[in-house]
């Protein structure tokens, strides 16, 4: 079932989201060559906790962890450890935080050091991909419109989007519905109504669409190791489009 938020909800939902984008604020400070991943995590973990809210991944479905990262071939639902990032690493951090039973979910990726021409164009083919779906997101549209959206311009980019994972509704839930896929046709799926909640997040291939998940469960790659990006906000439809409730 899709839920509507109220005006008060919504007040709910943007401090949610705030907590994550400055969480996001606070973990760049740190992406540099040398820091572990499970050391990025303690630092996203400790700021939402001092900022009043609770990690919204941690034991959710079983995640071991406060945040998921992921580096270079790892698409989605790294399991932060002992990894040390090095320069020319791209690194997407996923992050959701929970504020008085309501959430906000954003994911971005960071270069570590310098890196690559061809690294640097699969950040921006995926943020241009985020704010393309963004475009579609307003009252009488529909899912499919976001989705068709940013389909079409990561293809034509060269890129592939999976078909496995999708973004999502997000409110009293951190995963809601309706599915919000990266790829479909335009004039399909839910309407867009003053009220919805949900996390735009375009997830981009370089060279295939397939992945595979590893041995632990959560850890989804490139099924030709290549390089990966990800990129979220947690939006709300009003009367007249959108407001991004995952910035400060």
């Excluded at 499970?38 to 479905?61: C, H, M, N, R, V």
């Excluded at 906000?104 to 164009?121: C, L």
């Excluded at 850890?219 to 991004?244: C, P, Q, S």
Aim: with cysteine; net charge negative.
């Amino acid at each position: 079932m899709i839920i509507l938020k109220s005006n008060d909800e919504l007040e709910l939902m943007r401090t949610a989201g705030r907590i994550v984008a400055l969480t996001h604020e606070e973990i760049k400070r740190h992406i540099k060559a040398g820091i572990t991943t499970k050391e990025l995590d303690k630092i996203a973990e400790e700021f939402i906790l001092s900022q009043g809210a609770t990690p919204s991944f941690k034991g959710l479905y079983g995640f071991p962890a406060a945040t998921c990262i992921s580096l270079n071939e790892v698409l989605i639902h790294g399991i932060p450890d002992d990894t040390v990032l090095k320069d020319g690493d791209i690194i997407t951090i996923d992050i959701g935080a929970c504020y008085k039973g309501y959430h906000g979910d954003s994911a971005w990726t960071y270069p570590v050091g310098k890196i690559s021409s061809k690294a640097q164009k699969i950040l921006e083919v995926t943020e241009t991909a985020l704010y393309k779906g963004l475009e579609q997101a307003k009252p009488g549209n529909r899912i499919g419109d976001i989705s068709s959206a940013i389909e079409q311009y990561v293809k034509s980019e060269g890129y592939f989007v999976p078909y496995d994972f999708t973004g999502h509704g997000v409110g009293r839930q951190l995963h809601e519905e309706p599915p919000v896929p990266n790829y479909g046709l335009s004039g399909r799926g839910p309407l867009l109504k003053k009220g919805l909640t949900i996390a735009i997040e375009p997830m981009v291939l370089e060279g295939t669409f397939r992945t595979i998940t590893l041995d632990d469960d959560w850890t989804v790659v490139n099924a030709e190791t290549k390089l990966t990006a990800h990129f979220e906000h947690t939006i709300a439809i009003l009367d007249d489009g959108y407001e991004i409730l995952t910035k400060i």
